[in-house]
């Protein structure tokens, strides 16, 4: 089945932990992406990447690495998470511009 | 720089009506404008798009959006609401000429009423 992994669905940490929350499609898309969800915000991208070791900041990337080494996987990575990182993330991935984006089933962050 | 809009947070229809979510966009190449469903607990499905061609643009679930490149509009409509259409509903917006990244909307919850 085609989809997009994340993991973990939830996760609570502290302020300052190392985090990371992995991403994995199995569709062999080139276009891979972060997106953080908040009320009232929509979706705010964060970070993408259009293809292996090619990344690059999307509209809110304070705070936040990614690393593109394999094409399947596309970690986000929160080097001292704050609590103004509490949200709801999702990873999407597709073919190229015209292609609709797969989404991930989202990881609940809540950071105290 | 890319936006969209979604005037209403809520939306509001008894099962069996016809319903319109709006969403207006603004970039400044092509518009690539897509319609995303989300259920709770779960990521953003797609429902439709547009990329060129025939301005009324029918997707999945008896969704349909219309076009207007003059009021610079992409509303989705579906002839019919069922209670299982009760969702939030994101518009999202690519700039086929300059943009690499979508731009979503505000997102609109709808709740059909049985």
């Known amino acids: 089945e085609a989809q997009v992994t994340q993991n973990p669905r939830y996760l609570i940490t502290v302020t300052g932990k190392k985090l990371t929350v992995t991403c994995s499609q199995n569709m062999n898309h080139e276009y891979m992406s972060w997106y953080r969800q908040d009320p009232g915000l929509g979706l705010r991208q964060i970070y993408y990447?259009?293809?292996?070791?090619?990344?690059d900041k999307g509209d809110v990337p304070e705070g936040y690495k990614v690393s593109r080494k394999e094409k399947r996987n596309f970690p986000l990575i929160l080097e001292s998470p704050s609590p103004n990182q509490t949200s709801l993330y999702f990873c999407?991935?597709?073919?190229?511009?015209?292609?609709?984006?797969?989404f991930g089933n989202g990881t609940r962050l809540t950071v105290t | 720089a890319q936006s969209v809009a979604q005037p209403e947070d809520q939306v509001n229809v008894a099962e069996g009506n016809p319903l319109t979510v709006k969403c207006t966009y603004s970039?400044?190449?092509?518009?690539?404008l897509f319609w995303y469903v989300q259920y709770p607990n779960r990521g953003l499905q797609f429902l439709l798009k547009?990329?060129?061609?025939?301005?009324l643009v029918k997707g999945s679930y008896g969704f349909e959006a219309e076009f207007n490149k003059s009021q610079t509009s992409f509303h989705l409509k579906k002839p019919s609401a069922l209670v299982s259409d009760s969702a939030l509903y994101f518009c999202?917006?690519?700039?086929?000429?300059?943009?690499?990244?979508?731009?979503f909307g505000p997102g609109t919850r709808l709740s059909v009423l049985p």
């Open positions: 999202a917006v690519r700039d086929g000429d300059y943009g690499q990244n979508f731009v």
């Open positions: 990447s259009m293809n292996v070791e090619v990344t």
């Open positions: 999407a991935s597709s073919w190229g511009e015209n292609s609709p984006l797969h």
């Open positions: 970039v400044s190449g092509n518009p690539y």
């Open positions: 547009y990329i060129t061609g025939d301005n």
